[in-house]
Nanobody
Framework: EVELVASGGGSVEAGGSLKLSCAVSGLPVPCRAWFRQAPGKEREGVATIDSDGITTYADSVKGRFTISQSNDKRTLTLQMNTLQPEDTAMYYC????????????????WGQGTQVTVSS
């Protein structure tokens, strides 16, 4: 029904950049997000984008990360600049119908995760 495939993770030094991609296929799920989870920590939301293109960011990444998507809505991206060691985590893309998310529900559809490691 819906498939999300994340890619683009890797290892960089502090101050470097990475771009994550998430290929989205299947049913329309216009509300999308990136989450991350570091070892021993809870999963946290990083950025969201809705059907109108409105974006939100966690305070910890504002000004450094940019969420966007292709015009055909098939690719979700997360451009990450000025990476810091504390950004090290497994990153996940997620998607759902917007009326579900706006009611406060969790995302239903998730990608498999892509590892980002930032060394100091």
């Amino acid at each position: 029904e819906v498939e999300l495939v994340a890619s683009g993770g890797g290892s960089v030094e502090a101050g470097g950049s990475l771009k994550l991609s998430c290929a989205v296929s299947g049913l329309p799920v216009p509300c999308r997000a990136w989450f991350r989870q570091a070892p021993g920590k809870e999963r946290e939301g990083v950025a969201t984008i809705d059907s109108d293109g409105i974006t939100t960011y966690a305070d910890s990444v504002k000004g450094r990360f940019t969420i966007s998507q292709s015009n055909d809505k098939r690719t979700l991206t997360l451009q990450m600049n000025t990476l810091q060691p504390e950004d090290t985590a497994m990153y996940y893309c997620a998607a759902d119908v917007c009326r579900w998310i706006r009611r406060g529900h969790q995302y239903t559809y998730w990608g498999q995760g892509t590892q980002v490691t930032v060394s100091s």
